[in-house]
């Protein structure tokens, strides 16, 4: 089952430092990725987010690419400049062996194309290269299968939706939060602390589901009421609830409500 949260952009805006920032994305990418969330969708919150907008966006894809190829892919920005506070990911993705010995037939892992005296090749981080006649252009990414190993390294150009298991989110920016929800084919999941409180009812409810789920979070000043507005009427297949009833602190930080919501839901829901 499809799994995806939907962040605002001004999700930065409590914290004052770029050190500070970097180290909030990193919680949430860790979040997603113990709850195997397959989709963070970054939705506009105002006018004013445009560099918070492009840190989050540009420290999750960071966190989410394998370790062997990061330098290649990211050029050297005053955005990753606290890249070395961020704690590895390790999520299926970013765990293969570089040992190119260990190589298994079976294995999926994530290639670079890159180019080389005219000719286009495979980055997977065994520090040798694997030819490449495909149609992706050097510098993108792509999943591979190893379908042989000796006496030569054979490759099969796959995708996520042939692995088995969970594998990483994507990250990808959007419009406003209401073009979200409306695109969104599936269930819901408005969390408020103005919608009722979660229950054994509602949440075994939302468990026998087999539609892909979106769960909302709002902003650090406004609510999904206060962002939606009246809209919030028009929504199809959505539901709100509260999941910090009689909360002792007067907020809960996004990257704490993110942590206490997916961890609630994962008690009643596969994300296979």
């Not at 510098?139 to 692995?163: A, F």
């Not at 084919?185 to 229950?199: A, M």
Request: one cysteine or more; aromatic letters at 8%; proline letters at 4%.
């Amino acid at each position: 089952m499809k799994h995806a949260i939907a962040v605002p952009d001004s999700s930065l805006n409590d914290e004052k430092t770029l050190e500070n920032k970097t180290r909030k994305i990193a919680i949430i990418a860790r979040a997603c990725g113990i709850f195997k969330v397959n989709e963070i969708i970054i939705y506009k919150d105002g006018k004013d987010n445009e560099q918070d907008s492009k840190l989050l966006y540009t420290v999750l894809k960071y966190l989410s690419t394998p370790q062997y190829f990061r330098r290649k892919m990211f050029p050297k920005s005053n955005l990753l400049k606290f890249a070395g506070v961020l704690p590895p990911l390790k999520t299926p993705n970013q765990i293969g062996t570089s040992n190119a010995e260990e190589i298994k037939i079976g294995d999926f892992r994530e290639g670079l194309i890159v180019g080389l005296k005219g000719k286009k090749f495979i980055d997977i981080g065994i520090n040798q290269l694997i030819d490449y006649h495909g149609k992706v252009s050097i510098g993108k990414k792509i999943i591979i299968l190893i379908k042989n190993v000796k006496p030569d390294l054979v490759i099969k150009e796959s995708s996520k939706d042939e692995i088995p298991y969970y594998w990483c989110y994507n990250v990808r920016q959007s419009g406003n939060l209401f073009t979200v929800l409306s695109n969104w084919n599936g269930l819901k999941i408005l969390t408020s602390r103005k919608s009722k409180n979660l229950n054994h009812l509602k949440i075994d409810d939302i468990a026998k589901t087999n539609q892909p789920i979106l769960t909302v979070f709002g902003s650090t000043k406004k609510g999904i009421h206060d962002i939606l507005g009246s809209k919030i009427n028009n929504l199809n297949n959505a539901k709100g609830a509260n999941f910090f009833p009689n909360q002792g602190t007067e907020t809960v930080r996004l990257e704490e409500a993110i942590l206490g919501c997916l961890s609630i839901l994962n008690t009643r829901l596969n994300f296979e």
